[in-house]
């Protein structure tokens, strides 16, 4: 049915989606604004990091079936992959997709299917299926036309897991939402040309909606895990044996209290159903403030820690104590800094006046954001041997693995339960 697919938006999901498609041999036109990413690509390397992908890439760039422009070309299946960020206020900002619309719309053609994956608030399908309208007067849309449309278009979002996105997209289930009954039917035969999963059906709003309720769910019940952890510390009784306990129970499952919520995904999609319904939005709301406030709790520990060191005359003043960081990515085993609260906490330990030490096993180079306060990623071995205080930010698997020389170290902040 399709042939040639053109991917707009060339990032964490655009392109291991494009590498899909071109790895069964449909011809794919991927298409991005950064020149840098376009050159790379077509090299038949990657921009980003993510397991797997380099050596898919390298092949399907190889063969042929994949390339990379930063200008459109017409195509029989257009789908939009690009960042939908809040502005201040968590607004939604749809600049990007605004402006994937106007790339694609001199190239469209009568019986092309447009798919939006971006991670949208409801009712910007239908804004893109008016944006190109407005842009093709020459063209007919589902808006207009239905089931006739010369154009039809759909919403099916992506729900992959950063550091598992090769696998879980062949395997996930995928939810399916056409403008029309002929879009959903075009965009499930589309995807059914790699997608192992179930392709399920639905409208438009319902997929916008479902994809902002998954990291939401998520959202809202690491939010319940990170208010407990911090009860429970005023409270004396260690929140990871009181879940573990919990989760005995046959229908309770609490998750993990961390750091707080970082990633690209979870930190901002709530806001876009608070912004649908700030009246009614209640729970989602709270669960956001909770988990941004996790991270200025954990900073409030430090401090704390610094104090008894400074009591203990140890040191004469804070810029003697040494606070070593261990973790600095937003999830564990990935060298992802993107909204960490790690990095945030981090930043914040080193901006009260102490030495700061830091270590992330998963990247080399320090991040800028820490270059005016220490030279380079130190070592765990290092760092446990220089820190008066330690404070562990992501349950890293190699600092799991060195948890009993963690242990022994007398000032530990513990945020993701790394000693049980
Ligand atoms: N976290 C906790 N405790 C937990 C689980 C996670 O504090 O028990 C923290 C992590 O450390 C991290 C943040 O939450 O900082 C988010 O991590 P994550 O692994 O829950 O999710 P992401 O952001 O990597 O990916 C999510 C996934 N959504 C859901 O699981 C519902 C993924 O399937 C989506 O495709 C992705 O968002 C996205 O792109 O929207």
Redesign the pocket.
Known sequence: MFDTISMIGLG??GLPTATMFASRKKKVIGVDVNQHAVDTINQGKIHIIEPDLDILVQAVVQQGFLRATTKPEPAEAFLIAVPTPFTDGHKPDLSYIKAASAAIAPVLAKGNLVILES?SPVGTTEKLAQWLADARPDLSFPQQKQESADIQIAYC???????KVVQ?LVS?DRVIGGMTRTATFMAAALYKTFVQGDLVETNARTAEMC?LT??S???V??AF??ELSMICDRLDINVWELINLANRHPRVNI?????????????V?PWFIVDSDPEQARIIRMAREV?EH?PQWVLEKVKISIAEVLSKKINKSISDVKVACLGLS???D?D?LR????LEITRNIASLGCQMIAVEPNIKLLPDSLKKYCSQIATLEEALGLADVVCIL??HRTFIDSVNEIKKHKLLIDS?GLLG
């Open positions: 964490y999901i991670t979002p992506e729900r992959v897991l950063p550091g879980e996930n994809k998954e990291n769910f998520r959202d019940n690491i895990a990170n998750l993990q209290p961390g750091a707080g919520v970082g990633g690209h995904c979870i930190a999609d988990n996790k937003f999830k564990p990935i992802d909204e960490s609260p790690a992501v349950k993701v």
